[in-house]
């Protein structure tokens, strides 16, 4: 025989081999596996995967796990002769679990098909355990699964950022789903924060086992296993050591404050404060704290309508994070956006001298005069000491020549250019966007058009325009860096479970103003900010008496219908700047409250301060109301 | 560059017929594997990518009918080297999944190089095997195929390739046999050489001794299948994931898209090297059977075609590509039916994924060239 030959006899002989394999398994064998795959005989039994932890930039852990237990109805579990509601009565009566409970959460439970599990019960008490083990033979059909809670090593700081967590609910059920991701009802996902933000990569996916059953409902063996993949773990750019002094200092601050408030009529009682620190040179996030907040430790085990309600209708708002979500006035702080565009439009320097005769400034034909701060002229001064002493009267003319000469949009242009009115893009959900007005705003809005005097006060921050303390802080940086900023990050790294990184953030600029904006702009703005702390006639100087760096600033007090907001924002060193500093007290009265405690966040993070006093702190939710 | 209208007379129209069939069938079954009928399954981006393979391959087959295959011989010293070339350059620039790195980008492009390198031995040893046809029945002429074959085998196993490996062996095992290779010594070394394996394997397993070549992982894979049980958690999980499926398919399949070890994600890989249990589970014994036969039908028309081809050198090629496919659709059958190793090598027109698209496409190309200058008085 030839070769040939013999090659097309081995060919035959391997597709018949092929061929009669198939015929094996799918007629002669193919109940057996039609069975099986139908799940009538098997049952998969989930395996829980633990979310990623979150740690700080130093590797502390301020997010992680612990161990609880689950309970599951297995459908495929179930013997023939049994029903789901007998099993669900007699586990009732045994145990310390409500049969209504059990019922209500069988009934709404969708299983895709007949092989899922129904979580039955979370977090079984230790009692509960031993009884559904010890009566095996009657709960058939039950399941108890070890599964994972949030543990919050710091039930009240970084609260905001950390964001809470809760059950899935059914627009995120499909959308998540839609989106290719493996959710059932009854997960648990991140709601607000980090924890949402990232829920793609703290999730990981669940496993499962795959079992064979008899007729009793009892496992012959296993089929398959497949592992659960844990949750990857964020590392944050957050200095927890500063987060925490930062925490304990605002604390004391809002608490004294309103202490004070309530003893002085004539004080405003704030109802919220904030501080941001953010790195200059990379945007990285390194302490955010909003209060008044909540202890996480309410949200573990899943939150209870009442507890939730409470926080819902607090007056004072605890679920906001004011550093992204509050959009208000920033006052004399805008004056650093309408100096640049002074600067740039109008031909002003640095020497360039102006006069406050009376304390006043009026528009031509105008009846009302726009006043300044201080109800005395205060006589001749040069461009960088206006800034320094936060003059109305300057900033308003500068505001009424950028009117007439390029009508009132080029101030809401030079607001835009520096980030102002668009989100920053921090990695946090629900940022607000806040609001630079113009004309085309106005018209829509109100109906008007726009008049000499928006733009009159619009040039001190004030009028409609609203930022964020986290919009501020890229401004105040951007200004730092001669016109580069960085987009705020609060997470560095990814890490997955296996320790790799899988996925890193690098500095992402978000404003980049060098080609536009002559750095002489900056030198002078920037010489501004310095005196506003370095001269004895600068509005910050005297909360920065034997202050051990040279710092860089600018307040604000923002007028609102009632009480001001007092705003400060800041960098430090002023030759080589590190870190942005913004603080802002909510209905604060005066900036005179908000720059203390941001000469204080400077201390603590250049080591001048201590930071470890101790950790604990006054929050407003007690944890042994989460516990009990 | 040489073409005659006369070509097409000659045309073995069984051989676009069956292959045409079988990417129509990849392109069903790759559509329920990713699951299509589901909102946003992101499925459409697999079937375009699939579907720019194929025209890029069958663009091949029509521009290679142009040149007369007798170039591939002229050239096989530059095809070799460049073949060395691309498989070095790739262990050291290449990217990969899973301890292995098998691509080159080239733009949006991830280039497997070792499924062209397949082809490209086969034009090589066919050459070398045709120069040295007087010798073959001795040791010194089965010396020259054999180290021309063993340096890209070691190369694609550096790139820890096992599969295409295995694929490169098995070329050179058939064509050597088909080139006249004196049968008492292939059989003395490769029967040894697979009974030392087998040895080697037996006292690992038994008394722990060290592995050459192979890791950990990758016996596991290989030897899995003898035992699902040796790693109920990996491999062994896929294997008894692909056999329910198929096997629950039974005689007629539960029909497109309802497969539910498809559809409930219980199939491992399901669009590239488990693609036969898609089919086997939702077209049943009938479809498992007429995806079978139709690639025993092409195989056969191979062989028609390499018994008419106008010189050895065509001969020896069809073989060789005759054998490529033989050991892909043996390989990947056998394994999701339990039978063969794990080895992650995927079946031909069917699988999703582009490379070894193309490089089907291109062996069958060549394959038709040959068929088309068959007639050795056209000269």
């Known amino acids: 025989m030839d070769r040939h030959k013999i090659l097309r006899v081995v060919i035959l002989m391997i597709f018949i081999i092929l061929l009669s394999r198939a015929a094996y398994l799918q007629m002669a064998r193919g109940d057996y596996y039609y069975e099986l795959s139908e799940g009538n005989r098997i049952s998969v039994r989930p395996i829980n995967a633990p979310r990623g932890r979150i740690y700080d930039r130093r590797g502390e852990i301020i997010v992680s796990n612990r161990l609880t237990y689950n309970l599951y109805l297995m459908q495929n579990e179930i013997p023939p002769d049994r029903s789901a ?77 950390t964001g809470y967590i809760g059950e899935i609910n059914e627009e995120e059920l499909v959308s998540y789903n839609e989106a290719g991701y493996n959710y059932r009802g009854g997960d648990f996902v991140g709601k607000s924060g980090l924890e949402r933000e990232y829920e793609f990569y703290l999730n990981g996916e669940r496993g499962a086992e795959q079992i064979e059953v008899n007729s009793r409902g009892e496992k012959i063996k296993t089929i398959g296993i497949k592992k659960p993949e844990p949750g990857s773990d964020l590392i944050l750019n957050i200095d927890f050591s500063l987060q925490s002094a930062v925490e304990k200092l605002l604390a004391e601050n809002y608490q004294n404050l309103r202490e004070k408030a309530e003893e002085d009529e004539d004080l405003s009682m704030p109802t919220g404060i904030s501080a941001v620190v953010m790195d200059i040179d990379t945007g990285g996030i390194l302490s955010s704290v909003s209060l008044p ?57 640095a020497s360039t001298s102006f006069y406050d005769s009376n304390g006043t400034f009026s528009i031509p034909n105008w009846s009302r005069p726009f006043r300044n701060w201080n109800p005395v002229g205060e006589g001749k001064l040069d461009f960088v000491k206006a800034i320094a002493r936060s003059n109305n009267v300057v900033f308003y003319e500068l505001g009424y020549e950028l009117y007439k000469e390029y009508n009132g949009d080029k101030l809401a242009e030079y607001a835009r250019k520096y980030g102002l009115g668009s989100k920053t893009g921090i990695d946090l959900p629900s940022e607000k966007k806040g609001l630079v007005p113009d004309d085309q705003w106005k018209r829509k809005q109100l109906n008007t058009g726009w008049y000499p005097g928006d733009s009159v006060n619009l040039s001190i921050g004030q009028g409609s325009l609203l930022t964020t303390p986290v919009q501020i802080v890229s401004l105040i940086s951007t200004i730092a860096a001669d016109g580069l900023g960085y987009k705020p990050q609060i997470v560095n790294k990814i890490r997955n479970a296996d320790g790799q990184i899988e996925k890193e953030f690098d500095p992402e600029i978000n404003i980049d103003l060098r080609d536009q904006i002559d750095s002489s702009v900056f030198v002078a703005i920037k010489e501004g900010m310095h005196d506003v702390i370095n001269k004895s006639y600068g509005t910050a100087s005297r909360h920065f008496n034997d202050f051990p760096l040279t710092a860089a600033g600018k307040t604000g007090t923002a007028q609102t219908g009632g009480a001001n907001h007092a705003w400060f924002g800041g960098f430090v060193p002023y030759d080589n700047p590190q870190i942005a500093v913004v603080v802002f007290i909510e209905n604060g009265e005066s900036s005179a409250f908000s720059v203390p405690i941001a000469r204080e966040i400077m201390e603590y993070y250049f080591g001048f301060k201590n930071h470890h006093n101790n950790r604990k702190k006054i929050y407003y939710y007690q944890e042994e109301k989460a516990n009990g | 560059m040489y073409w005659n209208k006369k070509f097409l007379r000659y045309l073995n129209f069984n051989v676009p017929f069956a292959v045409i069939l079988l990417i129509i069938i990849g392109f069903v079954s790759i559509s329920s594997a990713v699951e299509i009928n589901q909102v946003d399954s992101g499925a459409l981006r697999f079937l375009q990518k699939q579907a720019v393979s194929v025209v890029l391959g069958l663009l091949v087959v029509f521009i290679l009918q142009a040149f007369d295959y007798k170039i591939f011989k002229e050239y096989a010293a530059v095809i070799y080297v460049s073949m060395l070339l691309m498989l070095t350059a790739t262990i050291f620039l290449g990217q990969g999944v899973a301890g292995g790195a098998h691509w080159i ?166 669009h590239t090297d488990f693609i036969f249990s898609v089919i086997g589970e939702e077209f049943g014994f009938l479809g498992s059977a007429v995806v079978i036969l139709l690639f025993l039908y092409l195989l056969w028309q191979f062989l028609n075609i390499a018994e008419n081809a106008r010189d050895r050198y065509g001969y020896l090629v069809v073989i060789g590509v005759m054998a490529m496919f033989l050991f892909h659709v043996l390989e990947n059958i056998g394994m999701t039916m339990g039978i063969m190793p794990i080895t992650g090598i995927p079946l031909p027109f069917i699988s999703y994924g582009g490379t070894f698209m193309l490089t089907s496409l291109t062996a069958v190309a060549i394959v038709i060239n040959i068929n088309l200058r068959k007639n050795k008085l056209m000269f």
Not at chain 2, 105 to 121: C, H, R
Not at chain 2, 208 to 225: A, H, S
């Open chain 1, 85 to 161: 509601e007998e099993i669900l009565n007699q586990l009732a009566e045994l145990s310390s679990l409500a049969e209504s409970r059990l019922v209500s959460n069988y009934n709404s439970a969708e299983p895709k098909s007949a092989i899922d599990p129904i979580l039955l019960a979370r977090h079984l008490s230790k009692e509960d355990m031993v009884i559904i083990a010890e009566n095996k033979d009657i709960l058939s059909g039950l399941l108890v699964k070890e599964s994972s809670m949030r543990d919050y090593i710091y039930p009240a700081e970084l609260v905001h950022t």
């Open chain 1, 293 to 349: 907040d909540y202890s996480l430790n309410l949200f573990a085990k899943g939150i209870s309508s009442s507890d939730y309600q409470e926080l819902v209708n607090d007056p004072l708002r605890p679920m906001l994070d004011r550093n992204i979500m509050t959009a208000v006035p920033p006052g004399s702080i805008f004056k650093l956006v309408t100096g640049t565009a002074a600067m740039e439009e109008l031909g002003v320097r």
């Open chain 2, 105 to 270: 980008s080239i733009g949006a492009f991830n280039l497997q190089t070792s499924e062209l390198s397949k082809i490209m031995l086969i034009l090589v040893l066919a050459a070398v095997i045709d120069n040295n046809s007087d010798d073959m029945g001795y040791l010194k002429g089965m010396f020259l195929p054999s180290i021309i074959a063993f340096i890209p085998f070691v190369l694609v196993i550096l790139q820890n390739d096992l599969g295409t490996a295995l694929v490169l062996f098995f070329i050179y095992l058939v064509m050597l046999f088909a080139g006249g290779g004196n049968f008492k010594y292939m059989a003395a070394v490769f029967g040894g050489g697979f009974l030392l394996l087998v040895l080697i394997i037996t006292a690992h397993v038994v008394l722990d001794t060290p592995l050459p070549f192979l890791k950990e992982y990758q016996l596991n894979r290989l030897i899995v299948f003898i035992n699902p049980n040796i790693d109920p958690h990996g491999s062994g999980y896929n294997i008894i994931q692909s056999i329910i499926a198929l096997g629950s398919g039974r005689t007629f399949g539960k029909g497109l898209f309802a497969g539910t070890q498809n559809q409930l994600n219980f199939l491992p890989e399901k």
